[in-house]
């Protein structure tokens, strides 16, 4: 019950994760939890939840607290362009760390159902720069899976945490589990989004990134990760240890609408 449009949502791969995942997790991890298709999916009961994004995971976190005002504050927004690039541009106005936690979550959650395609992208000055995206009945306020989301959030043991990767995976215990859905590797530079935030994330951050797989391999943790099915991301994860599953998946989202289509994907995991 996915409640954000999410770039490389894992909603078409769900049905491929799922029979891969561990059957027996202590704790789950997702350092790269974006809209959190596979965490809100399996809905685990002690979980620690990442992101770089801050204010995703302000979103996370008002969802969980102040779900009640969320609601209230979401059915105030406009759907017509000229409303839209107002809220859009005030990341780019003194003023935007004054807005309360409630007044954020609500604009990335307008946002984000109704810009172009859910593209959260930002500039490399960290502003947000999708266009409108016209649509002409956006489901801005989707109370049931808020309050459900909410619910789950605060029965449940979640952390949620805002930084890099490598530090939610500091105190990682044995039992654990991690799935990694970072941003992909480009299957053609030209088609190249790495935009989620500031810096992007390269070939050296792919490397780092397989050198903390292979340090939770190390330690007897399990991990899954999704990536694209290139030819780097094939040589990274060659492993005795790793298995590589390919996968047909469909891209919701390419910069180059004409290039939209099949996109193959894989799977890789350090268990059997
Ligand atoms: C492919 S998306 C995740 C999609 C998500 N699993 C879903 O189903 O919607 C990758 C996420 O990684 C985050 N990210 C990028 N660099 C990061 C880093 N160094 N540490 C943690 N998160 C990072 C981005 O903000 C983005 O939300």
New binding site residues.
């Given amino acids: 019950m ?1 409640f ?1 449009k ?6 078409q791969l769900m049905t491929e994760i799922e029979p891969l995942l561990p059957t027996r997790i202590s704790t789950y991890y ?9 965490f809100l999916h399996t809905q685990p009961k002690k979980a620690v939840i ?4 801050s204010e ?1 995971i302000n979103v996370y976190e008002t969802i969980r607290d102040n779900v009640d005002a969320l609601i209230a504050h979401l059915a105030i927004h406009e759907n017509n362009s000229e409303y839209f690039y107002q809220i859009r541009a005030l990341d780019r106005r003194e003023g935007f760390n004054e807005l309360s936690k409630v007044e954020r979550a609500s604009r990335v959650i307008y946002l984000n159902k109704t810009c172009f395609n859910g593209l ?1 992208r930002v500039n490399s000055s960290g502003e947000f720069n999708t266009p409108f995206g016209r649509y002409k009945n956006p489901n801005i306020i989707n109370e049931t899976v808020l309050r459900a989301v909410s619910n789950y959030l605060q029965k449940n043991d979640i952390k949620l945490l805002n ?4 530090d ?1 995976l500091k105190n990682i215990r044995k039992g654990s589990f991690v799935y990694f ?4 590797d480009p299957v053609s530079k030209s088609s190249n989004f790495t935009g ?2 500031q810096g992007g ?1 390269d070939d050296k ?1 792919q490397e780092r990134l397989r050198d903390t797989c292979v340090k939770l391999n190390e330690k007897g943790i399990n991990f899954l990760l999704s990536n694209s099915a290139t030819e780097l991301m094939k040589d990274l994860y060659s492993h005795k240890d790793f298995q590589i599953i390919e996968v047909g998946a469909t891209r919701h989202i390419n910069s180059v609408g004409s290039k939209r289509g099949e996109v193959k994907e894989i799977l890789v995991r350090n268990y059997g």
């Fill in positions: 996915p954000l999410w770039v490389g949502g894992k909603r997702e350092p790269f939890v974006g809209g959190g298709a596979v990442n992101d770089y994004n995703l959260y930084g890099d990767y490598q939610a859905d970072p941003p992909y989620y935030v994330f951050e």
